[in-house]
């Protein structure tokens, strides 16, 4: 038997009306018999059925909103819950730079924690269904603590090494500013970005700098419009670049693994972020429901 022609909008008219006087199935195909409507089977009234009662549903939700004012005001408040975190997700969800990571670090940001124990998580996965969205959220989870792991790797491999050791022994009190700027150097290359290095002459101690090599600088950035990049020791606002300790760094496996990690992270990021943006912006959530939405029906365990 091949498959039967659509309704028309008439004839879903005339089915639904027969269904909101509680007729069934079979008594609507015997007051068909009696219309202009092609003949249909008992099939075909089963999918119709189905229909109207999805749409009942949402147009049951829609009326009693709009008749109960507490209904309604439930609602805004909780579109408003959703608004909130949603902005809360874009807010927390970018991957830190290597330069931020610390040995420190937890593998799962506390702020990425306590997002996915709000019981609303799950409901705003709901009131924005985009597949693009969130695989690729769960991805760049997955993601994150190998990227902060390999940070880690690295900034141990760089003050285990006996040329930086010997330096910070010197300079017990705060070592994370020696490394950092080499970690931020190493963070223009995971972004693709060429930064303008000055090789300067390192002065014996940092505090040696002179003024006039600091004014020197800033007239020479001032001319030329450019930001100049330096790394290695950090004295002020200036940062030496030193080949004999970081160059050796940024051509090491730990380094390229920190970089590949990185933009990979960061693919992934903006595969979600960026639609999540837009949603904000474009208030989308509020297209869809959720199994917490006020005023429904029935709600989903």
């Known amino acids: 038997m091949g498959k039967q022609a659509g309704p028309s909008p008439e004839e879903l008219e005339y089915i639904f009306e027969c269904f909101s006087r509680g007729l069934s199935d079979r008594e609507v195909l015997d007051e068909m018999q009696d219309t202009e409507f092609p003949v249909r089977n008992p099939r075909f009234m089963r999918d119709r059925r189905r229909e109207f009662n999805a749409a009942k549903k949402v147009l049951e939700i829609g009326l009693k909103q709009q008749i109960d004012p507490a209904v309604a005001k439930a609602r805004e408040s909780h579109l408003t819950e959703i608004h909130d975190l949603l902005g809360r997700v874009v807010e927390v969800t970018r991957t830190q730079y290597v330069f931020e990571i610390e040995l420190e670090a937890s593998y799962r ?45 690295l900034i141990r491999q ?12 010197h300079h017990p009190d705060n070592p994370i500013w020696f490394y950092r700027p080499l970690l931020r150097f190493l963070n223009e290359i995971a972004l693709d970005r060429e930064p303008n290095v000055f090789s300067g002459t390192l002065p014996e101690e940092p505090e040696e700098l002179v003024q006039e090599e600091i004014e020197e600088r800033k007239a020479r950035e001032k001319a030329t419009g450019q930001h100049y990049k330096y790394y290695g020791f950090d004295s002020g606002d200036l940062e030496y670049y030193d080949p004999s300790i970081c160059d050796s760094f940024l051509d090491t496996e730990a380094a390229n693994n920190v970089i590949a990690l990185f933009k990979e992270a960061k693919a992934l990021e903006k595969q979600f972020r960026v639609p999540l943006k837009d949603a904000l912006l474009s208030r989308s959530y509020l297209e869809a429901t959720c199994r917490l939405c006020p005023g429904q029906s029935s709600v989903a365990p």
């Open 158 to 169: 760089f003050i285990n090494d006996d040329v930086v050791k010997e330096f910070m022994s």
């Open 109 to 153: 940001p506390l702020d990425l924690i306590s997002l996915e124990t709000n019981k609303l998580f799950d409901c705003l996965q709901q009131h924005l269904p985009f597949p693009e969205i969130w695989p690729a959220y769960y991805q760049w989870k997955e993601k994150l603590p190998l990227y902060i792991e390999s940070c880690k790797i």
